[in-house]
């Protein structure tokens, strides 16, 4: 089959009532946490793993991905009204969406946010199209040796991009990785870190570890901080902006898209990097430089077209390697896993219709974003009115029904308690918890593909090095890890990390 | 001596912590040869690079200076976990609609908020949505009331 027919078979899945509906149901609640402050779409995936596990794979992950990309829509509704970031990765948008809102100009940038995000989206979603299957190709050659370094590049690219200390971050990783081989060792079958414990027999629920952290620790947390009363902007105008104003916005929104693409494939990347690579990008870049920072439509265009490509594309990774790029892709990894498929590049030979179903429903998903978004904004600011107070014991509810719907086991509600402790004191150290997750996913897979890798090579580690491809990812790292160590560009990622 | 940057060293003694846990409980797993890796070999190798990060940051919290740590919030933090705790241990016995009514009731108190009428009413929507969603809905298999 080529492309055509095969973006044919995804929208014949995508567009049944079933799955419009899911898709439908996924961008509705992905806005609606974009919108709430302190409710990320991670926590939002986390609380629903063991829902979509009743439903039928493809249905699952578009759910799942909706709420992802959803998400960075309803970001920019409550960056660009009341100058609160109701995602991380609209944190930029603040700065100038906010200016624009005071000046009585909010209208329209909802509109170049809402527009910019629907070209971005529908751009990357191409680019998977594309991409993904010749890199799927590709990875179908791989032998442990190649998975192994590749995973080993993946895990130090996402340390290098993660915020704060290096060392911490290389630490939460080497953590995560630890706790990913509690459970029964498939080679010998001797129990590791089990503690006796049946419920950590068959190793730690992901489900659970990631409600911790994503929830339970985060609630914890946020409300030690004090609650910000809310403004909204009153006049909201047109929300359509002006033929010069789009002009304007053309190639910021083409550079946000590209910069955008690229990052969000990275390791550790995402929406979130791509946000800030996008805005720092276009104050160098856009003429004339005019005024960033008070106002301009610009500094709205390219961050916020940006994220949105940079969720996208961030699922080339994990569809076509099975390597998560950021905590949401490892989650959407453990829906698939739950569903008993093993993410990886044959996906999409042997699960297609799982594949394009999934890329078609974006593009759907990213039309119902634009009707959701601009004609109803006024709704989702509302919203704002809910206090963090009636929100985070749903949140604490929900949690603790999925950590238990999973197994049907209590145990698994111990297990999050314990690493909600943990990851409180994570949060509470500055040790980003992301690096943990991806550890925690990647560590069984690792030391399988270590272990063969040796096997084959009859314990020889020189076959990383003589294997081609396997010693350009290492080479990768390794240049990854110089760049860090340099004192210069240390100075500068500690500067880019604070904007 | 004293501490510059107790971020720093905190996470490098939780670091220590876990890779001492990781280190004692792999001493009895065999190690293996390169060639066949036994189910010690990854466990022994992370647990030791872990400890090693951990002294490191240990060590450079007393030279190089750093941010101090917000005060911990020790009520909250231990209501919710106990309400996590609590869920688990009484779901089976008391039903979904009882052990809710308790899980919010104590995460109310970890966010103050004692409104006992806001309590009430946030306990009986959460309860009748998640019977509908959850039991009815999705047919998760959860007791509703007490067995």
């Known amino acids: 089959m080529d492309i055509q027919s095969y973006i044919t078979l995804g929208f014949s899945i995508a567009l049944t009532v079933q799955n419009i509906l899911y898709c439908f149901l996924g961008v509705f609640l992905g806005t609606v946490v974009g919108v709430l402050p302190g409710v990320g779409p991670v926590t939002t995936v986390a609380i629903l793993l063991p829902i979509s596990f009743t439903l039928d794979p493809v249905s699952a992950m578009i759910l799942l991905a ?44 909802l509109g170049i946010a809402a527009i910019g995000s629907f070209f971005a989206g529908c751009v990357a979603t191409l680019l998977i199209c594309f991409a993904a299957p010749p890199l799927a190709a590709i990875a179908l050659k791989f032998g442990p040796p190649e998975y192994f370094s590749l995973m080993l590049c993946g895990l130090i690219a996402a340390i290098v991009l993660a915020r704060g200390s290096i060392l911490k971050a290389i630490g939460m990783v080497v953590l995560g990785l630890l706790l990913g081989l509690a459970g029964s060792d498939i080679n010998s079958g001797v129990r590791r870190f089990t503690f006796d414990q049946a419920g950590l027999a068959d190793g730690i629920e992901f489900v659970a570890l990631s409600m911790a952290i994503y929830g339970i620790a985060e609630v914890a947390y946020n409300l030690e901080k004090k609650e910000v009363a809310t403004q909204v902007a009153r006049h909201i105008g047109r929300v359509w902006p002006t033929w010069s104003d789009i002009k304007l916005c053309i190639p910021s929104v083409l550079r946000g898209t590209t910069l955008g693409s690229i990052l969000g494939v990275l390791p550790g990347g995402g929406a979130l990097l791509a946000a800030f690579g996008a805005y720092t990008l276009e104050k160098k870049i856009a003429s004339p430089p005019r005024r ?45 896993m739950i569903h008993g498929i093993s993410p990886g590049p044959r996906v999409m030979t042997d699960r297609p219709e799982l594949f394009w179903g999934l890329i078609a429903s974006m593009w759907i998903g990213n039309l119902i974003l634009v009707v959701l978004n601009l004609p109803l904004v006024g709704m989702w600011v509302k919203l704002l009115r809910i206090p963090y107070g009636l929100l985070f014991p749903a949140i604490i509810v929900f949690c603790c029904i999925g950590a238990f719907a999973v197994n049907s086991n209590a145990f698994d509600l111990y297990v999050m308690a314990f690493f909600a402790v943990v990851g409180y004191l994570c949060l509470k150290l500055d040790c980003e918890p992301a690096p943990l997750i991806l550890g925690f996913v990647l560590g069984p897979l690792m030391e399988e593909n270590l272990r063969r890798s040796l096997l084959m090579s009859r314990g020889d580690p020189a076959v990383f090095v003589t294997e081609p491809i396997s010693l350009a990812f290492l080479v990768v790292a390794a240049a990854l890890l110089l760049v860090v160590a340099a004192p210069a560009i240390r100075k500068q990622r500690e500067q880019a990390m604070q904007e | 001596m004293s501490i510059r940057a107790p971020k720093d060293f905190w996470s490098g003694v939780m670091f220590i912590a876990f ?15 390169a060639v066949r890796m036994g189910p010690g070999y990854f466990p022994m190798l992370l647990g030791g690079v872990l400890a090693g990060i951990g002294v490191i940051l240990v060590i450079r919290s007393f030279i190089v200076s750093g941010e ?13 976990v106990l309400a996590v705790a609590l869920f688990g241990a009484l779901l089976q016995r008391l039903g979904l609609v009882l052990t809710l009514a308790i899980v919010i009731a104590i995460s109310a108190f970890a966010g103050r908020q004692t409104r006992f009428v806001e309590v009430l009413a946030l306990a009986g929507v959460l309860a009748v949505f998640s019977v509908a969603v959850f039991v009815y809905g999705l047919r998760l298999p959860l007791p509703i009331w007490p067995q």
């Not at chain 1, 077209?305 to 905590?327: D, E, H, K, R, V």
């Open chain 1, 66 to 109: 909706g709420i992802y990309y959803g998400a960075q829509y309803g970001g920019s509704t409550t960056a660009i009204l009341v100058n609160i970031p109701g995602e991380a990765s609209s944190v930029v948008t603040t700065l100038d969406g906010h200016q624009m809102a005071k000046q009585g100009r909010a209208g329209p940038a």
């Open chain 1, 292 to 336: 960033f920072g008070e106002g301009d439509i610009r500094g709205v265009a390219a961050p916020e077209s940006a994220n949105n490509a940079g969720a996208q594309t961030s699922f080339i990774p994990m569809l076509t390697l099975g390597i998560p790029s950021n905590p949401t892709m490892a989650m959407m990894i453990g829906a698939l």
């Open chain 2, 19 to 33: 890779a001492a846990v990781a280190l004692v409980a792999a001493r009895n797993y065999s190690l293996g040869t």
């Open chain 2, 68 to 80: 101090p740590i917000t005060p911990v919030h020790i009520v909250p933090l231990a209501a919710i």
